[in-house]
């Protein structure tokens, strides 16, 4: 019998799988940071003898979840200002304070503390863009995370750069740095086609081709956005993006609310990927993303919650929800959407929307260990006549009891192992204490 | 110093009064199931002594949530089918689900979950529209929960009775049952204008005049049904109820998906109060409630979670958190339902839906103290600037420590001290075992 890290006995599993399978009774068998096994409970004993043992009897064992599109640090601003015109809230609140209070300090502890809310969520990997993001790395690393992150880049200076070419310097040293990371990989972010020059862009396109990264950019969030690259191109913003070589396998685009046909059939010859965050575009009033048709079209549509300025959590279990009914009330459809499909958007093809497909997103034998375990015994989870539905439509992040990334356990029965949580939270309040008073001034 | 029962100490206290006090430091005093005095906590101590203190550091006070629409015992239903259409949905599933299974033992353990799973996230008070509402009195009781319930009265049978006079006996019986009760109130509940006849809906609001009490029912919930009632009364619904006398204070219709502008003015003449449940209204496919023109009208609109068939949840953080968000996108107006009409409607607002402004719904000497206890001292709810943007917003069900009703501690630091939730959960889980094989029949 073989001795190996870890088994996960005795709970319901889902998979994830092609076959969507659910298994009764389950056990997953993990060593060195990979899933070796899954299967029957007795089958998994046959073979393994463990070192340590987590039952997870009358729970739910199942991947953890992927954020695809995060601004980690932003929880600094959680509730700062909300139910505001877009350029309000952006100009009079949001863009004072980062100019006046984003530092490599508040990029650390900002995005520890979204790292502890992810992880107390379900969520094992996040895509994040915003400044300082070797902070972020760095935060992610000290959680034991699962990350994929860009420096966001503009034309205009950020708190970290005076001009691009110094963010897209930073974001080759991250991309150097980062290399052999087990948990920390890099995508190369240029902020917007709104907010970068097309130098810019073909730049950022470059540095991604050379390392064979992922490029990722905020994309047609609104229709004002799509009315004003349309004047500035002469043509739709998809197919400027692919004048300039954009459309591939490795574009990963947040939002693309304001999609066209056109533009579905461009993003699906190409395999495009996408990031869909519903609560923040029902928050700021942005629109409802086609995301049924691009699904038909065959798009890869990843879910994400976006940044805590215009959500206000990084709860992919709420997104989940918020994805469902959505587009259901906006077509007035009760089977666009349906649970399952969901699910999957929050992990496997989350996983695909980061070309992370192979490593993560399904328990599947060869996958690292990333895997979370939710306690069923609830009232809010009584009865149980589907997983699937309870995920979306009935749970709650704080039903989620132990994650392993990695195959290391991050949280055990809700308790951190990480982070010390106390220590975040007073961090980030006493930079909330300058934040607020920047505000003032 | 007078000795009274109990003194919440030290929290953040939101009064949800006309001005929207938020006080730092307050203390509640309670007495005899009455809030005697709120102010700050050092205020407090000098005037009052109390036999039970609650340190509330760190944390939220304020008034307990009304979910002013739901189906208590359908939890036994809670993910038995989603995703489908509406009438697949009802014809197949719904319907014979509860033909072949609701029964006394249902309706009790249905409704005893349901109190289990609202004292659990924040809820103090909800309306129920179901069968056999006799044993979800004896839920709420076995509780301590208030209520506001009504047996579903249609022209077919049901569970509970045979013909329509039935129904309106057991609703009789039950208004004089429960008149003096301190916790249970009755409301008479005609199912829908669809479903009931005129001669029914006159009966049914002769009953409740006769005893003072509210008259509440389903309304206009999807086009399909303005479309069926304009059809049959060759006039719009709401000038139907207006005809036959039903527009008045005590009248609550639930969904108002599709009321006109004509509507919410007769609505809003008459003083007619209405529940919403965008969860539900979303999941199903129904549409959007015009919601912020009906506050604009000066209608009273309570907030609802509907039944566990179709949210599938009744935590009426999740709906506030819908309910803000659904506005916003449907008008591409970030600043309709902003945080604080949300925390409103679901408190003060759904009480004064519900005819109990007077006794419950906020934070004021004189009333009855129903009061939740929220922690702060959560990585999602850190830093925080804004208490209202984190209820709507960031809050989840499970942040709910400690809830007070009637001056009753029925949960503290989340354990619940008037129900034995194992049992519970057992019970509805041998009920759904039958509800699954009665759908194989």
């Not at 070796?36 to 046959?46: C, L, Q, R, S, Y």
Request: glycine share 6%; charged share 25%.
């Amino acid at each position: 019998m073989q001795e190996i890290d870890l088994i996960i006995n005795g709970g319901k599993a889902l998979l994830i799988d092609s076959e969507n399978t659910c298994l009764d009774r389950a056990s997953v068998a993990i060593n060195a940071g990979d899933i070796i096994a899954v299967g029957h409970t007795e089958n998994i004993a046959k073979q393994y003898h463990a070192k340590k043992n987590i039952i997870a009897k009358d729970s739910l064992i199942m991947p953890g979840f992927v954020n695809c599109h995060t601004h980690a640090a932003m929880t600094c601003f959680r509730g700062i200002a909300d139910d505001l015109e877009l350029m309000d809230w952006l100009n009079n609140y949001i863009f004072p304070a980062e100019a006046r209070n984003v530092n490599k300090e508040l990029a650390y502890w900002g995005s520890l503390l979204a790292a502890t809310e992810m992880i107390k969520s379900g969520t094992t990997t996040f895509c994040d863009m915003y400044i300082f993001e070797d902070e972020t790395a760095r935060a992610a690393k000290t959680a034991g995370m699962r990350c994929l992150i860009g420096e966001v880049l503009f034309d205009f200076p950020s708190p970290n750069f005076k001009t691009p070419e110094e963010g897209l310097a930073y974001t080759r040293a991250l991309i150097e740095k980062w290399e052999d990371d087990p948990l920390i990989n890099i995508i190369v972010e240029p902020h917007a086609l709104y907010t970068c020059s097309p130098a810019l862009l073909i730049e950022a396109k470059k540095l991604a081709d050379n390392y064979n990264v992922s490029l990722g950019f905020h994309l047609l969030e609104n229709a004002a956005e799509k009315k004003q690259l349309e004047e500035k191109f002469g043509k739709s913003a998809v197919s400027f993006l692919k004048d300039i070589g954009y459309l591939n396998e490795r574009m990963l685009a947040f939002h693309c609310v304001c999609l066209s046909e056109e533009d579905m059939r461009l993003f699906a010859d190409h395999g495009c990927k996408t990031g869909h965050n519903p609560a923040s575009n029902m928050k700021l009033a942005s629109g409802v993303a086609p995301v049924p048709d691009m699904l038909k079209a065959g798009i890869t549509v990843g879910l994400g919650t976006d940044g805590c300025a215009s959500n206000n959590n990084l709860d992919m279990i709420k997104e989940m929800s918020t994805a469902a009914k959505l587009h259901k009330v906006a077509r007035l459809d009760p089977t666009v959407m349906d649970a399952r499909t969901v699910v999957r958007m929050a992990t496997i093809e989350g996983a695909k929307a980061l070309c992370m497909e192979k490593t993560i997103g399904s328990l599947e034998e060869g996958k690292k260990a990333d895997i979370i375990i939710i306690g069923l015994n609830e009232p809010h989870l009584t009865p149980l006549y589907n997983e699937y539905s309870h995920l979306v439509y009935a749970m709650s992040g704080a039903d989620v009891d132990t994650v392993l990334i990695n195959g290391k356990i991050v949280m055990e029965n809700r308790k951190l192992l990480t982070i010390n949580e106390e220590e975040v939270m007073q961090k980030v309040r006493e930079i909330a204490v300058k934040v607020k008073q920047s505000l003032r001034k």
